[in-house]
């Protein structure tokens, strides 16, 4: 491949970027809103883990608060993404925003404003929105009343905010996913995140240090959220014929570490669990041959019943959408291990890694695709890519991020080689196009977007938005439909 190579896109290639209404949005109490998950979460760093407190605590800074005040400012970003030449844009629906203890008799009507207004701006430019219903922004009530998706009831809360969106935004909205990251559920990380769960210690950790009760509610948990999909997704069908609605993965890569048939077999493991244990209920409507196994070793008994097998056989995806930031190597030896988006692992010497130490490899983006489309057959779109870093001004007063359009000139680059193997893919919306709040760490430090806010850690700044270099830069990919990478 040289690096000259120019990469022809499918005319009507999606372009754009995404966010997250509990890292973007703000606005926590404002329009009726009600607290949800992330609401409770404190900042942190890369070695400090965030908290989660059950009491929102005088003096201590939670970032979704306003985190980059999307609620008031959203006019002037979807006006600046227009610039860009977007024709996507991702965001959430915050649900708490609709239903403030997401299981009130009635919709709020002025959440709901909220977002007819948000698609009209989008309309006006041409941007198609991209609509995630849930992530990771469980109502906090249905924390308190229900333990989050521990509870069976939490499927039909779900099953009525997502149909008032698809009756109130049929007109508006086409691209629909239910669950942000559903497989962060098999991962500790993912019990207060993603699943709304109390967990059972006061940090957020990465390694899975959990009773066994905990480790069976979380697996019944995201059972919970599966059948509320699949619920879901035959609601919007029939709400709209022309909805497309998507599956979101946390999309991880594992390479063996060595050519050692175990090291194999962990990685193996490591893909099929995090990639396709999800993949496979919502694309293709039942758990895949190797749960059962994992089932009985880990000692997990669900309560599946048989209304919802038949819910998960009809309410399958239209198409797999995921996040790819990094990949990581599986090692029966051990090693040093390095940070990762969910997951980690052992260091991998062909790779750079970014400030939060994710290992950097475009080519397994390729791997990633190539590997997923062979599987399902069905329509890809990568809803989240990007590069977390520290933006500093220079001396002319500009911020010249080279390094972020590094990242996604050879990430485009794999994309295209991905579609010349015959992969069919819909769209890019990359990460963070407006910078945000981290999730992992809860910083704003950690920078992903071709506009800056000014906004810092500890949440001092105007919040006043900014181009960096990497504006101009993806204006100019998208105006030529991925042909000027340059
Ligand atoms: C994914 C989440 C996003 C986003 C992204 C980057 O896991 O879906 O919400 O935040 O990762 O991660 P971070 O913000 O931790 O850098």
């Given at each position: 491949m040289s690096e000259n190579k120019v990469y022809e896109f499918p005319a009507g290639f999606l372009w754009g970027g995404a966010t997250a209404a509990n890292q973007?949005?703000?606005?926590?109490?404002?329009?009726?809103k009600g607290e949800s998950v992330p609401d409770h979460l404190t900042g942190g760093t890369v070695n400090t883990p965030r908290r989660w407190t059950r009491e929102i605590e005088k003096d201590i800074y939670y970032p979704?608060?306003?985190?980059?005040?999307f609620y008031h400012h959203y006019k002037e970003d979807i006006a600046l993404m227009a610039e860009m030449g977007f024709n996507v844009f991702r965001l959430s629906i915050n649900w708490g925003r609709i239903f403030s203890n997401g299981d009130d008799r009635t919709p709020n009507q002025e959440g709901i404003d909220f977002y007819h207004n948000v698609f009209a701006e989008c309309k006006k430019y041409g941007i198609e929105p991209l609509v995630t219903l849930s992530h990771y922004e469980l109502p906090w009530a249905l924390t308190l009343k229900y333990n989050g998706w521990a509870g069976r009831e939490v499927i039909d809360c779900f099953v009525r905010y997502a149909e008032t969106c698809f009756m109130e935004y049929k007109d508006e909205v086409k691209y629909w996913l239910?669950?942000?990251?559903?497989?962060?559920?098999?991962?500790?990380?993912?019990?207060?995140?993603?699943?709304g769960m109390v967990p059972e210690h006061d940090e957020m950790s990465?390694?899975?240090?959990?009773s066994h009760e905990q480790l069976q509610r979380r697996y019944q948990a995201l059972h919970h959220q599966f059948v509320a999909s699949a619920k879901a997704v035959q609601i919007g069908h029939a709400i709209n014929p022309n909805f497309v609605i998507g599956c979101m993965i946390a999309g991880q890569v594992a390479y063996p570490e060595t050519c050692n048939p175990k090291d194999a077999l962990q990685a193996q493991n490591r893909n099929n669990m995090s990639n396709y244990f999800c993949g496979d209920v919502q694309v293709r409507g039942s758990y895949p041959y190797f749960a059962k196994r994992f089932f009985k070793d880990n000692d997990i008994h669900l309560d599946i019943t048989k209304e919802d097998e038949i819910e998960l056989k009809r309410g399958t995806v239209d198409f797999y959408s995921f996040s790819y930031y990094m990949s990581s190597v599986a090692s029966t030896r051990g090693g040093k291990t390095t940070e990762g988006n969910i997951m980690g692992g052992v260091k991998n010497p062909y790779l750079k890694a970014s400030d939060w130490g994710w290992q950097i490899d475009p080519e397994g983006l390729r791997w990633y695709l190539n590997d997923v489309y062979g599987r399902y057959g069905i329509p890809l779109m990568i809803v989240e890519n990007g590069l977390g870093a520290i933006d500093v001004r220079s001396e002319d007063g500009k911020f010249h991020d080279v390094y972020r359009i590094d990242y996604l000139r050879s990430h485009i680059q794999q994309m295209g080689e991905a579609i010349e193997d015959g992969v069919d893919l819909l769209g890019y919306t990359m990460w963070g196009c407006v910078d945000l709040v981290s999730?992992?760490?809860?910083?704003?430090?950690k920078r992903y977007g071709f506009i800056y806010v000014d906004k810092d850690n500890d949440g001092n700044g105007d919040l006043h938005r900014e181009k960096k270099d990497s504006f101009d830069w993806y204006k100019k990919v998208i105006a030529t439909n991925g042909r000027d990478l340059s």
């Open positions: 973007y949005e703000g606005g926590w109490l404002e329009g009726g979704s608060h306003e985190a980059v005040d239910t669950f942000n990251e559903i497989n962060a559920g098999t991962f500790s990380f993912g019990t207060i995140m993603s699943l990465f390694d899975g240090d959990e999730a992992s760490t809860g910083e704003m430090k």
